[in-house]
């Protein structure tokens, strides 16, 4: 079983950057694709960007194209979520989660996510 | 992209009684690929059923999904008290994965 750790919210102005960490827990991390999911407070959660195992794939949702950047570092079993050009509707606890199946049997790793700010 | 209408967005219930939540999808989900999420205040959602109908490992059988399309339903089947929290379905089958609004379960 793999646990995951987010990190790096905080409270920033509209237009600055932040990154946030997702720590796996152990080197298994490193063969799942990982994503980025966001819910703010009454709404359901909304998926924000995903990366690969081998990182050959990335994909992001239309709200955060070009803004947004995820990556990995497998020396380090973590992946990152870059995100510039804040806006106050990025506001949300961001959790990272691995969506994944054995056969056909499905299973999730969520974090307990971290909360960041947009705000003047 | 898919989008997921959850209805009705708040039911009141009593212990004891069957909770019917229902999902409807704007168009219909590849291969029944939805799942239902259970999340308690202050935690991340916890997968209860995926591929419509399959319990995910550890989920106690009052937790029972069904449906087909553009339709699914969770059933809970007899509610304990822990289960008076909010609910999500999510369909995993057409990129990007989304998830509907979410139904409060309360106490009546």
């Known amino acids: 079983e793999v646990q995951v750790l987010e990190s790096g919210g905080g409270l920033v102005q509209p237009g600055e950057s932040l990154r946030l960490s997702c720590a796996g827990s152990n080197p298994d991390f490193n063969s799942y694709a990982v994503s980025w999911v966001r819910q703010t407070p009454g709404k359901g959660p909304q998926w924000v960007t995903s990366?690969?195992?081998?990182?050959?794939?990335?994909s992001y949702a239309d709200s955060v194209k070009g803004r947004f950047s995820i990556s990995r570092d497998y020396s380090r079993n973590t992946v990152y979520l870059q995100m510039h050009s804040l806006r106050a509707e990025d506001t949300a606890t961001y959790f990272c989660?691995?969506?994944?199946?054995?056969?056909?049997?499905?299973?999730?790793?969520w974090g307990r996510g971290t909360l960041v700010t947009v705000s003047a | 992209e898919i989008e997921l209408t959850q209805s009705p967005g708040t039911l009141s219930l009593s212990p004891g009684e069957r909770a019917t939540l229902s999902c409807r999808a704007s168009?219909?989900?590849?291969?029944?690929?939805v799942a239902w999420y259970q999340q308690k205040p202050g935690q991340a959602p916890r997968l209860l059923i995926y591929g419509a109908s399959r319990r995910a490992t550890g989920i106690p059988d009052r937790f029972s999904g069904s449906g087909s399309g553009t339709a699914f339903t969770l059933t809970i089947s007899g509610l304990e008290p822990e289960d008076f929290v909010v609910y999500y379905c999510?369909?995993?089958?057409?990129?990007?994965?989304?998830f509907g609004g979410g139904t409060k379960v309360e106490i009546k």
């Open positions: 989660v691995i969506f994944a199946s054995r056969g056909e049997v499905r299973f999730d790793y």
């Open positions: 999510q369909q995993y089958g057409t990129s990007p994965l989304t």
């Open positions: 168009q219909n989900v590849r291969s029944n690929y």
């Open positions: 990366i690969s195992a081998n990182s050959d794939t990335t």
